[in-house]
């Protein structure tokens, strides 16, 4: 997969609160992330099954996703993607068509702190909108609407039989298995950041 040219991608961000929504527009939207049932032990802490929610509120210019991680073990460390496609169907089975993620865009590094929470923030184009594209691979405008977070260290991972080699989701390209991530709509197929789904098309597809 080459590097997308001409698209907008997230930074992590302490910034005060997001521009009204445009006129007309979703305000806030918010959905879970799933775990990576395999690798689940390797992720919970002592007081249950961790949780992640986020909350994406739309702006003006672009648009900020508030990342909330609980139940963790302490001082864990992560890498937020988002990508083109999940490996979970909408009621949690894994997908039996699943090949790859498709394209993805480093956006975040994420945390726990000594108590197994994490924080985080982006601001960039997400809701219905993000995309990357590269003609020197012809890659089409292809969006992104899942968001999923990957292991920053395969060490973390190998306690849960993890013992293949490293997977490219981080800086240095050598980042564990995959730890949470979004499931599709049952009805459209499309990950959560899609929030205006046009089912004329077949696929279907997203209004931008």
């Not at 894994?94 to 993805?104: E, H, K, T, Y």
């Amino acid at each position: 997969m080459g590097a997308a040219a001409l698209a907008v991608t997230g930074a992590a961000s302490a910034s005060a609160a997001s521009p009204a929504p445009a006129a007309g527009k979703h305000g806030t939207t918010k959905f879970r992330l799933f775990p990576n049932q395999q690798f689940l032990p390797c992720l919970a802490g002592r007081a249950g099954q961790p949780k992640v929610t986020a909350e994406v509120e739309r702006g003006e210019l672009n648009d900020e996703l508030e990342l909330r991680l609980t139940g963790f073990k302490p001082n864990l460390d992560f890498d937020l993607f988002t990508v083109q496609r999940s490996n979970q169907l909408a009621n949690g089975d894994p997908d039996p068509a699943f090949r790859n993620f498709g394209l993805a865009w480093y956006q975040s590094d994420v945390h726990t702190n000594s108590r197994g929470n994490g924080n985080v923030k982006i601001r960039t184009i997400l809701l219905d909108q993000i995309f990357g594209f590269d003609p020197d691979v012809a890659l089409q405008p292809t969006n992104t609407f899942h968001v999923g977070f990957w292991f920053n260290k395969p060490a973390d991972a190998q306690p849960c039989g993890f013992n293949g080699p490293p997977t490219p989701f981080n800086g240095e390209h050598q980042a564990g298995p995959l730890a949470f991530i979004t499931r599709p709509n049952a009805n459209t197929g499309l990950g959560p950041l899609c929030t205006k789904p046009n089912t004329s098309t077949i696929p279907a597809t997203c209004n931008p």
